[in-house]
Nanobody, 124 residues
């Protein structure tokens, strides 16, 4: 197992910012591509962003230009900086880790490891 522990969720107003963190086991963090998914009430899970072991990034269409993913190898942590939040960003955000890039599909059905999730609520 690769324990992934998310933090940083909470309640914010539309237009504000929030940063999520995901701490991973240090022994294999460097070997894993890392990412974030989210699931809103009564909606399917969707890819938010992922970052490869070499630092390349990819974003879901709905968050491009507003969210930024990064990773800190010294802290074994991946971050999701969320700016200009909208009410439609309200969801449970899940940290994800995988050895293969192809596991980062649109819905994460083939994902290797998941965190337990952190709730982000954006009010109008």
């Amino acid at each position: 197992q690769v324990p992934l522990v998310e933090s940083g969720g909470g309640l914010v107003q539309a237009g504000e910012s929030l940063r999520l963190s995901c701490a991973a086991s240090g022994s294999i963090f460097s070997l894993m591509h890392m990412g974030w998914y989210r699931q809103a009430p009564e909606k399917q899970r969707e890819l938010v962003a992922f970052i490869t072991t070499s630092g390349s990034t990819n974003y879901g269409e709905s968050v491009k230009g507003r969210f930024s993913i990064s990773r800190d190898s010294a802290k074994n942590t991946v971050f999701l900086q969320m700016n200009s939040l909208k009410t439609e960003d309200t969801a449970v955000y899940y940290c994800a880790a995988a050895r293969l890039l192809r596991q980062f599909g649109p819905k994460g059905d083939a994902m290797g490891y998941w965190g337990r999730g952190t709730l982000v609520t954006v009010s109008s």
